[in-house]
């Protein structure tokens, strides 16, 4: 069973500019999050996406945006870069259901590094 | 609000040295506990689950555990090695997201 695929795996973007990450999930799985980490704010959820509707979000500005496909693809955008946007972000697949965490935990990609110079 | 804690935050030992890293979390009320391991500038891999019932689970050299009642769960890793180096993450699950400590960060000398 293939993992989760994020992609590209590296960025370099100059500030005010506009990027659009991506993740495949593990086939079945529904449920697609999103999470920043950085070196000083550990790991930091952003969303989660269940079925092409937003479900959860993070305490992140309106520049973070994301949206699910049909076939539970995801993509996460942040417009007008700040050098904070630096970081690596992570996506995570789980087969959770409506209301309750998945009994198989959670399996995330390799992560796009993102720079933002 | 769940909050997840991990000590120590940075761990150097010998190789070959048995070793246990701990979390600790606020709100016993956990669907589950996931350990992970992450080297640098890498993605998470997953180590292990344990689902609430469980008490304990085994994976090879590794060894996690689980007490709800006191908030804890510990990772023992038997006879380390150097590529055990790398950071260990526990997480729980909570309102569609995975709360995080911030990691313990292992160091295993030749």
């Known amino acids: 069973k293939a993992g989760v695929t994020q992609t590209p795996r590296y960025l370099i973007k100059t500030r005010g500019q506009q990027v659009t990450l991506s993740c495949s999930p593990i086939?079945?799985?529904?449920?697609v999050s999103w999470y920043q980490q950085t070196p000083g704010q550990g790991l930091q959820f952003l969303f989660e996406?269940?079925?092409?509707?937003?479900?959860n979000k993070g305490n992140f500005p309106g520049r973070f945006s994301g949206r699910q496909f049909s076939n539970s693809r995801s993509e996460m955008n942040v417009s007008t870069l700040e050098l904070g946007d630096s970081a690596l972000y992570l996506c995570?697949?789980?087969?959770?259901?409506?209301?309750?965490?998945?009994?198989?935990?959670?399996?995330f990609g390799s992560g796009t590094r993102l720079t933002v110079v | 609000k769940q909050e997840v804690t991990q000590i120590p935050a940075a761990l150097s030992v010998p190789e070959g040295e048995n070793l246990v890293l701990n979390c600790s979390f606020t709100?016993?009320?956990?669907?589950?506990l996931q350990w992970f391991r992450q080297d640098p500038g890498k993605g998470l891999t997953s180590l292990l689950l344990?689902?609430?019932?469980?008490r304990e689970q085994t994976s090879g050299r590794l060894n996690a555990s689980l007490d709800k009642s006191s908030g804890r769960s510990t990772l023992y890793i038997a006879a380390s090695q150097p590529g055990d180096s790398a950071t260990y993450l526990c997480?729980?699950?909570?309102?569609?997201?995975?709360?995080f400590g911030q990691g313990t960060e292992l160091s295993v000398k030749p």
């Open positions: 995570a697949s789980s087969d959770t259901r409506t209301g309750r965490p998945s009994g198989y935990g959670y399996t």
């Open positions: 086939s079945g799985h529904r449920s």
């Open positions: 996406y269940f079925s092409e509707t937003q479900r």
């Open positions: 709100d016993s009320a956990i669907y589950n």
């Open positions: 344990i689902q609430s019932s469980q």
């Open positions: 997480a729980v699950p909570q309102g569609g997201k995975l709360i």
